[in-house]
């Protein structure tokens, strides 16, 4: 298993800033991820956070908006930039020991709320 | 990418065996089956996976039936502690992809 912590837990923001998301992971993992989840919704993955690489995003999903860092093993940073009120959201991190495997170990989230 | 159906909520009191099907009439001879549980302002963990027949761990049991079109998340003698939504998910595990989320189940178990 792994212990994700996520910082920080929650932020109210103005629209128009930018906020960055850590995610820390207490061992080595293989597949890191970013996740969002609207209130009283499902999860929604917004990218692959790949190592010394640049990141996979899904459909409707870009770089600019939600830049992503990978420097190693254990850490990531989620960017998201020029905020407005549609991204207030919770953004969750979560990793994999296994490509294949479809066990993944999700970070607490982060609550986020533009104004 | 198979897609799953699920009933939105379900109700049931402590002490009963809840039984969650999900539907996936599209999945692919590569898919295996997961489930995940999320509780209110977590994230999601991780319940069981599985291919076909039944797979059983110390939290619940997975039914897949031989079509494997269905299965059931069967959680035994549920408690309060068990309200969550629970999630199926259809993925294939042939090169590499990605979890998607369907809508999920919201269970109450109520005393």
């Known amino acids: 298993s792994a212990v994700i912590s996520q910082k920080p837990s929650r932020d109210i923001c103005q629209r128009g800033t930018s906020l960055t998301i850590q995610c820390q992971v207490d061992s080595q993992v293989t597949m890191m991820f970013w996740y969002r989840q609207q209130p009283g919704q499902s999860l929604t993955l917004i990218a692959t956070a790949n190592q010394g690489s640049e990141a996979t995003y899904e459909s409707g999903f870009v770089i600019d908006k939600f830049p992503i860092s990978r420097p190693n093993l254990t850490f990531s940073t989620l960017t998201v930039s020029n905020m407005s009120p549609e991204d207030s959201s919770i953004y969750l991190c979560?990793?994999?020991?296994?490509?294949?495997?479809?066990?993944?170990?999700f970070g607490p989230g982060t609550r986020l709320t533009v104004t | 990418l198979a897609k799953t159906t699920q009933p939105i909520s379900m109700d049931s009191y402590e002490g009963q065996e809840v039984n969650i099907t999900c539907s996936h009439n599209n999945i692919a001879t590569n898919d295996y089956i997961t489930w995940y549980q999320q509780f209110p302002s977590q994230g999601p963990r991780f319940i069981i996976q599985g291919y076909k027949t039944k797979v059983t761990n110390e939290v619940a049991s997975l039914f897949i039936p031989a079509d494997r079109k269905s299965s059931t998340l069967s959680l035994p003698r549920v408690s309060l502690s068990d309200t969550a939504v629970y999630y199926c998910l259809v993925r294939s595990t042939s090169g590499y992809s990605t979890l998607t989320f369907g809508k999920g189940t919201m269970l109450l178990v109520s005393p």
């Open positions: 979560s990793v994999s020991f296994d490509r294949s495997r479809d066990e993944q170990y």
